[in-house]
């Protein structure tokens, strides 16, 4: 992409936009914390030029200098390949609109001309509420209170999950047309409130935690020696952003295998071979 070193998030969240969905990023520069939003994936959305998007980006002179690489995790195709880390062209969250409205939503196709405009009027808002209610705000002394182990910051952090976990669940009882689905998706959020709540009869045991431990090590062996720098904490931190944690501790018990699976994927991926040392 360039030179410049890729963003490391601390956080990843996909938000639904009414049939789309949008992945946003949480990184911190220079002790700040700051929103950042791919574009190629909006593109696609919208069903616009990618190359010619990021020539224009390129070009502006104030789009230039804010826009950044980070690495983004990615899901499988439907047919199960490719996914995992991936660097991708980012925009600040309060720049996103300077770009959109660059979009000449007349000259696009005319079954593209709705979702563009829908884009450019609601976008920044929808993302700006769904990390505010995520919590993937800058506002580090209000974090640090968070820390403390106190009944304020417990009973906070449980109402604060409790409502993201209604506001989703409306919005997918509007949308999906099966109730199986809504109730995976309900059980998945399920699994995120009680790891950050740290119920410690829905995570995984010390034996487990070792596993993941030995993985994440091994991958991070692998890829500093590829990159000649340390990069343990880039895969711990990756690891993080995957599975909605702040420590390999938290995982929930039903999400072991689906770890194990990633990270050894992930490993494969970096080596090419098919033996795997954790």
């Known amino acids: 992409m360039n030179d410049e070193k890729a963003l490391i998030p601390i956080k990843q969240r996909q938000v639904t936009f009414y049939e789309d969905e949008i992945t946003a990023v949480l990184v911190k520069q220079d002790d700040k914390q700051q929103i950042y939003v791919p574009v190629k994936p909006i593109c696609e959305s919208l069903g616009i030029d990618w190359d010619a998007q990021r020539q224009r980006i390129r070009r502006d002179p104030v ?65 700006a509420e769904a990390f505010q209610e995520g919590r993937l705000t800058a506002d580090p002394a209000f974090d640090e209170l968070l820390q403390a182990d106190t009944p304020a910051a417990q009973a906070y952090k449980m109402i604060v999950a409790m409502m993201q976990l209604a506001r989703q669940q409306l919005l997918l009882e509007a949308r999906l047309d099966s109730q199986s689905s809504s109730i995976e998706d309900h059980e998945r959020r399920l699994e995120y409130v009680e790891s950050q709540l740290g119920n410690a009869s829905r995570t995984i045991t010390e034996d487990e935690a070792v596993q993941i431990s030995k993985a994440v090590k091994a991958i991070g062996l692998v890829w500093s020696q590829k990159e000649k720098k340390n990069q343990y904490g880039a895969v711990y931190g990756l690891f993080y952003s995957q599975f909605e944690i702040t420590s390999y501790k938290l995982l929930p018990t039903r999400r072991f295998r689906e770890a194990m699976n990633w990270l050894t994927q992930w490993y494969i991926e970096l080596t090419g071979k098919s033996e795997i040392p954790f």
């Open 63 to 127: 789009l230039s200098k804010v826009v950044k690489g980070a690495v983004i995790i990615t899901a499988p195709s439907v047919k199960g390949l490719g996914g995992g880390p991936q660097e991708m062209l980012c925009l600040p969250l309060e720049f996103l609109n300077g770009w959109l409205f660059g979009i000449n939503a007349s000259r696009v196709k005319p079954e593209l001309q709705e979702p563009v405009l829908r884009y450019q009027l609601e976008c920044y808002k929808v993302l």
